[in-house]
C-alpha cells in the first residue's frame, strides 16, 4: 500500500527558534493535511492545502505557522517562532478526492519536543 | 466522545470476543465518518469508512454502524486479536465544508488479554 513519509521522526528544538517539518504525500494525491496530536489527547486538524494554496485552516494555525510545497514532492510546514505548547507529535496526511471528504492516508509523525 | 487529558475509555476484551467500539459525533450534518486505530508512537491507520447515505458497512473483521438519528457510530471487531490493542478514533467529516477537514473524536483504547 502507497505511504505517507515524514522527516525527522523526532526534532526538538529551544523555545523561539524556527523548525520546519517534511512530509512527501502520496504520488497521486491532491489534498494534503497537517494535524497534531498532544500527547494523550486527539488528534487535531492544522490545515488542509489544494492547488498550491491553503483550503482551510484551524484557529491553531495562526501566523507562526506556514505551509508550502515547494517542489512537486514534499510538502512542508514551517512554524517560526515556537513555544512550549507546540510540542506534539505532527502528522502529516493526505488524499486523492478533489472534493469531498475521503479517506485520508497518515504518515508515521514527527514527534516535535519544544524546550 | 470527547476526552480531554490523559484519560482514555479503555475496552478490555477477550483474545476471541468480539469488541464494540462507540463513539458520539458532534456534528449533524456531517456525511462521512470513518475510523482509525493508532498503535503507540505511529501514526493513524485507516480502517473502515462510511458514507451518510449507508447505516451499516462490513471489512474484513470490522462493520460499521450509523446510527444518524441519535449521532452515533461503532466499530464492531470480529475475533478480537492481540494485534487489535490500540487507541480507535472516529472521526468525522462534511462534504459542504471547504478544505476536507476531519474532526476527530477522543479515542478509546483497547486491550486484548490473551
Known amino acids: 500500500e502507497p505511504e505517507v513519509t515524514q522527516t525527522p521522526s523526532h526534532q526538538v528544538t529551544q523555545m523561539g527558534q524556527e523548525v520546519i517539518l517534511r512530509c512527501v504525500p502520496i504520488?497521486?494525491?491532491?489534498?494534503f493535511y497537517w494535524y497534531r496530536q498532544i500527547l494523550g489527547q486527539k488528534v487535531e486538524f492544522l490545515v488542509s492545502f489544494y492547488n498550491n494554496e491553503i483550503s482551510e485552516k484551524s484557529e491553531i494555525f495562526d501566523d507562526q505557522f506556514s505551509v508550502e510545497r515547494p517542489d512537486g514532492s514534499n510538502f512542508t510546514l514551517k512554524i517560526r517562532s515556537t513555544k512550549l505548547e507546540d510540542s506534539a507529535m505532527y502528522f502529516c496526511a493526505s488524499s486523492e478526492a478533489l472534493m469531498g471528504p475521503t479517506r485520508q492516508y497518515f504518515g508515521p509523525g514527527t514527534r516535535l519536543t519544544v524546550t | 466522545g470527547e476526552s480531554v487529558g490523559l484519560h482514555l475509555p479503555t475496552l478490555s476484551v477477550q483474545e476471541g470476543d468480539n469488541s464494540i467500539i462507540n463513539c458520539a459525533y458532534s456534528?449533524?450534518?456531517?456525511?462521512?465518518f470513518i475510523w482509525y486505530k493508532q498503535e503507540s508512537g505511529k501514526g493513524p491507520q485507516f480502517i473502515i469508512d462510511?458514507?451518510?447515505?449507508?447505516d451499516k458497512r462490513q471489512g474484513q473483521r470490522v462493520t460499521v454502524l450509523l446510527n444518524k438519528t441519535v449521532k452515533h457510530l461503532s466499530l464492531q471487531i470480529a475475533a478480537t486479536q492481540p494485534g487489535d490493542s490500540a487507541v480507535y478514533f472516529c472521526?468525522?467529516?462534511?462534504?459542504?465544508?471547504?478544505?476536507?477537514?476531519?474532526?476527530f473524536g477522543g479515542g478509546t483504547r483497547v486491550l486484548v488479554k490473551p
Open positions: 456534528n449533524s450534518a456531517s456525511d462521512y
Open positions: 504520488s497521486n494525491h491532491l489534498y
Open positions: 462510511i458514507r451518510s447515505n449507508m
Open positions: 472521526a468525522e467529516g462534511f462534504s459542504q465544508a471547504a478544505g476536507n477537514k476531519l474532526t
